[in-house]
């Protein structure tokens, strides 16, 4: 058991993974994880925009600001 | 008595137990506490986003940013 | 008089007593406060969910984030 | 003339008087000015919440989380 | 011309003198300007809140928290 | 070309000309950028406010709390 | 592969380029990115306003504060 594991092992984890991210203005993300920092500030390579359930856009490599993030996740 | 407990205690306490996280926008996570941080950014693990009482989806391992939650319980 | 007192001297005293505290989005949490900080991040045991004057759910024991809190009063 | 005062000079003149605080969500609490702090964290003895300009409740002490004030003025 | 002047000697410049302050949820303040610091919390005397374009009421000496705050300006 | 410039920059160069400001709550402020510190406060001189494309009212020197800023641009 | 990369190296690549700003508000600007900072406020030249897929206005140099930005994605 690996005690005091801190939230960012997880996405160290999960980088150069597949990862989908939901935002809090309802859009959520998917692409590979490619870098983060401590304000959870990310940035995912072939990145796909879904809203409601459909691809919106593929958008390559996207910036995504970290106080707009409300989970992220494995994909 | 433990006087001066603080509150990170009681997530310290609930590491590796089940617990249920409120977001600010209405969405429920249940599952195993795996991580925190100060600024209360948690990993779930066997996490389940429920949603008006139903479960939405399982999620696995999920990262939630600190500052869109509003408490933690134990479930 | 105590001149110079400070907020958190009002918390401190009420440490181990029944507390109400409510939340942003219209919440009230009723319980005995365990523990809290400088966030105001607070820890309460023997929690009750208000919601529109009725008990809507029994907690246990509640990590409440600081940003969600309106005030806090003795019970 | 006093140049250069600050504004929590003017609450440290308002300690122990009555005062009136409005909340961003359109509550006031009227009540005796105890304690303040930089983040504007506030506590007030004798406290009675008004809504829509009546009162709404008696609290006795209560503690407002800074962030929630918009205005603190004699009462 | 003052090259580098900084927005705080600005609200110097106005210190004693009659100002306007718009607030984030549509409420105006017309003041004497007493004192700011650097979040911009605000202490004006003979405060008048202002509502629609017509005075509301008379408030004497009021606190203003910073982040409530738009503009500022002379009145 | 001009490698690792940085946003204050085009304050700086702006500075004493005639700029656009866009707030959150959709009014924006035209006149000549007098001041600006690191947080995005700005001071305007000749400030107009606009709504809805019309001059809504003349301001002459206007402090602008940097947190309500959207974009600011040569007008 | 580049193992810890970090988000602003992605903005770093980007510098010069075309890319897209999406904001908080709904509104896009796309524009060549000149410069930006660790709080990712963004300096765009030859910039355009995006609202429902239209080009709104054309703005030559903005200044965007970093906290209205969702993502940043090469155009």
Redesign the interface.
Known sequence: ?E?N???????NAA??KSVLVD???G?R?VGKL????IH????LDE?EEHKDGEVKRK????????????????A
Not at 34 to 37: G, L, P, R, T, W
Not at 40 to 43: A, E, M, P, S
């Open positions: 058991m005690e594991s801190r939230p960012l092992d997880a996405l980088r150069g935002l809090k203005n859009t993300f490619k870098a983060f920092d959870i500030n990310v940035v990145a958008l390559g490599t996207v910036f995504i600001r970290g106080d707009t993030i409300i989970i992220l996740s494995p």
